[in-house]
C-alpha cells in the first residue's frame, strides 16, 4: 500500500469522526446550518496559484493537483490556506518544501473524494511537519540532487503549467 494512499485514507477517516459543530442559521442561505463561503479567492498572495520554483511546478504538472479544489476549501469549507503561501511564493526547492507539497497534495486527495463536503474547516490547522532531532535535515536543498541532463526536460514541463481558473 502507498504511503499517500494510507494518508488519505486516514485523512479520510479523521474528516468524518470529527464531529460537526453545531448548525448556525447563516442570513440568506438556502439551507439552515450551510456554511457562510467567502465570495471570492484572492490568488494573488499565492501567486496566482502557480509555484514560484521550477521543480514544484513540474511536480504540479506530473501529479496533476487539482487547484480548483484547494480555492473551493477555502471558499466553500472556510479553510485557512495560508498555511501554503510560502511554497508558492517562495523559490525554494528543499525538504522542507517537498513535504509540505505532499501535505497539499494529500488534502487535495481527500478533498477530491468528498470527504469534506459541507464540514467547516475553518478551526483546522494544518502545521508544518517537523522533524525533530533531524530539524536541520528540512533545509537541505534537492536540486544538487536533480541531474543536469534533465533539467531541461523538467523546464520543458514546467514550462506547460498555465494558472488555474480563479473562482
Do not use: H, W
Request: charged letters at 10%; zero cysteines; hydrophobic letters at 55%.
Amino acid at each position: 500500500m502507498k504511503l499517500s494512499a494510507f494518508l488519505a485514507g486516514a485523512f479520510a477517516a479523521l474528516a468524518l469522526a470529527v464531529p460537526a459543530p453545531a448548525p448556525v442559521p447563516v442570513p440568506n442561505s438556502s439551507s439552515p446550518g450551510a456554511l457562510e463561503g467567502r465570495r471570492s479567492f484572492d490568488a494573488r498572495p499565492f501567486n496566482n496559484l502557480v509555484f514560484n520554483q521550477r521543480d514544484l511546478n513540474y511536480l504540479l504538472k506530473i501529479n496533476s493537483l487539482n487547484l480548483e479544489a484547494f480555492q473551493g476549501l477555502a471558499i466553500n469549507n472556510g479553510f485557512n490556506v495560508g498555511a501554503f503561501q510560502n511554497l508558492f511564493t517562495a523559490n525554494v526547492f528543499d525538504i522542507n518544501a517537498l513535504l509540505q507539497f505532499q501535505q497539499l497534495q494529500t488534502l487535495l486527495a481527500v478533498a477530491d473524494v468528498g470527504a469534506f463536503g459541507g464540514v467547516d474547516l475553518s478551526r483546522a490547522a494544518l502545521n508544518v511537519v517537523q522533524l525533530g532531532a533531524l530539524g536541520n535535515i528540512g533545509g537541505v536543498g534537492l536540486n544538487s540532487f536533480i541531474d543536469a541532463g534533465q533539467v531541461g526536460l523538467i523546464q520543458s514541463v514546467a514550462s506547460q503549467v498555465v494558472a488555474p481558473v480563479i473562482l
